[in-house]
């Protein structure tokens, strides 16, 4: 089936740094990719649309400076959290439309700033 | 802004037990879709389901979409220590350019041996 691959899986930066998650799609194009934030026992929070060749659509309240998306492939988006502070700590998912409908999900990358 | 409420937040249960999560939502849904996640992963998908008043079952796990597609549940029977995660429920609607899933608040499981 259809695979996202997420990565890292965990990183810890030091505050004022930037940090960079990439989600590939193994076999199939991705036009379209999403980017969660998830707290610790909670739902996943969408905060972006990422597509291919053109801007990413960022949720409301989500800032568009501090979170930057790519999406210059049709296997590949990063999200680059810029100046991280402590409260960017979270666990972020990314997430793909599957040819033929449907999603699929990443293993999410566990971002700590200290 | 679409929202799913999915209710119970929490449920901790014996193994043995039945349960019932539900996920209502004022909005219709093209389609409605069930996740189990464990800490630390993605949400893995565990059923898909389409037809308003459609029925899927996947071993003790039942699924039932809402004949106005605006509802649905997942029953576990008997319940056992390896269904504890979060379960998420979200709908999707097609159509405009952004094809996007609303996800529920999710379900935390917890079965005690």
């Known amino acids: 089936g259809a695979v996202v691959s997420q990565h890292p899986s965990r990183v810890i930066c030091k505050s004022g740094t930037s940090v960079k998650i990439e989600c590939r799609s193994l076999d199939f194009q991705a036009t379209t990719m999403f980017w969660y934030r998830q707290f610790p026992k909670q739902s996943l929070m969408l905060m972006a649309t990422s597509n291919e060749g053109s801007k990413a659509t960022y949720e409301q309240g989500v800032e568009k400076d501090k979170f930057l998306i790519n999406h210059a492939s049709l296997t590949l988006s990063t999200l680059t959290v810029t100046s991280a502070h402590p409260e960017d700590s979270s666990f972020y998912i990314c997430?793909?439309?599957?040819?033929?409908?449907?999603?699929?999900f990443g293993s999410g990358t566990r971002l700590t700033v200290v | 802004t679409q929202l799913l409420e999915q209710s119970p937040q929490f449920l901790s249960i014996q193994e043995g037990e039945n349960l019932t999560v539900y996920c209502n939502s004022s909005s219709v849904f093209s389609s409605l879709q069930w996740y189990r996640q464990e800490p630390g992963e993605g949400p893995v998908l565990l059923v898909t389901?389409?037809?308003?008043?459609e029925v899927k079952k996947l071993k003790r796990l039942t699924f039932q979409f809402g004949d106005a597609r605006k509802d649905s549940s997942l029953h576990i029977t008997a319940a056992q220590p390896g269904d504890t995660g979060l379960y998420l429920c979200a709908g999707a609607r097609s159509g405009g350019s952004n094809y996007k899933l609303t996800f529920g608040k999710g379900t935390l499981l917890t079965v005690n041996p």
């Open positions: 997430s793909a439309e599957v040819p033929g409908g449907g999603y699929t």
């Open positions: 389901v389409v037809t308003g008043g």
